[in-house]
């Protein structure tokens, strides 16, 4: 009897450390950087001004930037499920389950404004998939991207205030955008513009 329990003490042992060291070193590194920003953030520099905020986020390693973002979902009490890799994620940087629906996040580090064709590649991801999307990033969002997102069927950007929301744990409520519907065949994931 001793040793069936002795046994199953070692299998749970075993199975706690291989699942520990399953992930790789730079992931965990990038993920305590990213637990570590996220805790700042919601506590003591808080209330500092925006413009350190986008310094600070600008200044992260992209890859840690990606698990801050899902790091403060986390926090928020929504499931995350990250990527086994970082490079080759095939424009997705991690999954959010919100309120029961899988959203498709993008995270970009930009000092400048964004390119339209990554929201656009990323609305067709989203579309692809059958999934909600939230282009995150840090940098400007010019008209056209805009006008992009908002002709996409499913998908909307986060920057800007809401970021700063997203991060320092103030009110932030994801679905800006209206759920997602099929418009015949088409696949493409853009909304049929014709006047109502």
């Known amino acids: 009897m001793e040793f069936i329990l002795l046994a199953m003490l070692f299998a749970l042992l075993l199975a706690f450390l291989l699942r520990r060291y399953r992930i790789p070193i730079r992931h965990r590194w990038r993920r305590r950087q990213a637990r570590t920003m996220c805790e700042q953030l919601r506590g003591p520099d808080r209330d500092q001004p925006a413009g350190l905020h986008y310094a600070r986020l600008r200044a992260m390693d992209p890859l840690a930037f990606e698990e801050l973002l899902l790091e403060a979902f986390e926090q928020r009490g929504h499931r995350v499920i990250r990527n ?113």
């Open 84 to 196: 086994h890799r970082y490079t080759g994620d095939g424009g997705v940087d991690g999954e959010v389950v919100i309120d029961g629906e899988r959203w498709l996040i993008q995270a970009k580090r930009y000092r400048e404004t964004i390119r339209p064709e990554h929201v656009r590649d990323f609305a067709m991801l989203c579309a692809t998939r059958r999934r909600r999307g939230m282009f995150i990033h840090t940098g400007r969002t010019g008209g056209v991207s805009r006008t992009v997102a908002l002709g996409a069927d499913g998908i909307e950007i986060v920057s800007g205030q809401r970021l700063l929301a997203l991060l320092t744990g103030a009110p932030f409520q994801p679905g800006g955008c209206p759920p997602l519907r099929s418009v015949g065949n088409d696949r493409s994931g853009f909304r049929d513009r014709a006047p109502l």
